[in-house]
């Protein structure tokens, strides 16, 4: 199992099975919608009062026959224990399968600047459009393209959401008036 979408489909397989409710963001999710095409991790909103059932699992992979072997990264994070995780803090994981292919895992609890999660309609592993896109407005200039292109997808979908996510003038300037007054008033709330 080396390629990183089959262990996307492998794992949430896993936690689906184990009643542990998730989302796929960030990186992946971007893959998932067609706008990067490659990422080295994955990222996973796991409900923190599914964290109990989520160790019980992680354990039961290193039990398994073969093995997998579940470890923290060597970077800075939480530990995966829901004080940490319901209030914003990161765990970062290195799963290393049965194959010896190591898979580096992000979770959080919290997602941040995340209000609520709400997963893709089509696709409910994945978080939807509009959480990939709150949870990319960093301080990373590399991830505002993505923030906008997630805007632009938005168009057909949630007028509202893809007015609070443009980031280009010009896309901004061609929906503005083609939504309704509603629409604009729930942007000019959210939008910074």
Same mark, same amino acid.
């Given at each position: ?45 796991? $409900? #923190?009062? @599914? ?8 354990? =039961? ?5 073969? *093995?997998?072997? !579940? ?6 994070? $939480? #530990?995966? @224990? ?8 990161? =765990? ?5 399968? *049965?194959?010896? !292919? ?29 959480? !990939? ?23 057909g979908r949630s007028r509202h959401q893809s007015l609070v ?28």
């Amino acid at each position: 199992m080396s390629a990183p979408l089959d262990f996307l489909k492998i794992f949430a397989g896993q936690l689906r099975q184990g009643g542990i409710r998730f989302a796929i963001t960030s990186g992946m999710a971007c893959v998932h919608y067609g706008l990067q095409q490659t990422t080295k991790d994955s990222d996973w909103i796991i $409900a #923190p009062d @599914d964290l109990d059932k989520l160790r019980e699992l992680l354990m =039961s992979l290193e039990q398994a026959a073969p *093995p997998w072997r !579940v470890s923290y990264r060597q970077i800075f994070g $939480a #530990p995966l @224990d829901a004080e940490y995780m319901a209030h914003g803090w990161t =765990s970062h994981l290195l799963l290393t399968d *049965p194959d010896g !292919v190591e898979h580096k895992v992000d979770l959080f609890g919290k997602a941040p600047r995340v209000r609520q999660v709400a997963l893709d309609p089509e696709f409910p592993d994945f978080a939807d459009r509009d959480v !990939v896109a709150q949870m990319k407005r960093t301080d990373r200039p590399k991830d505002w393209p993505i923030v906008d292109s997630l805007g632009w997808q938005l168009t057909g979908r949630s007028r509202h959401q893809s007015l609070v996510h443009l980031q280009d003038a010009d896309k901004l300037l061609s929906v503005w008036p083609q939504s309704d007054a509603e629409a604009r008033g729930i942007a000019v709330r959210r939008r910074p």
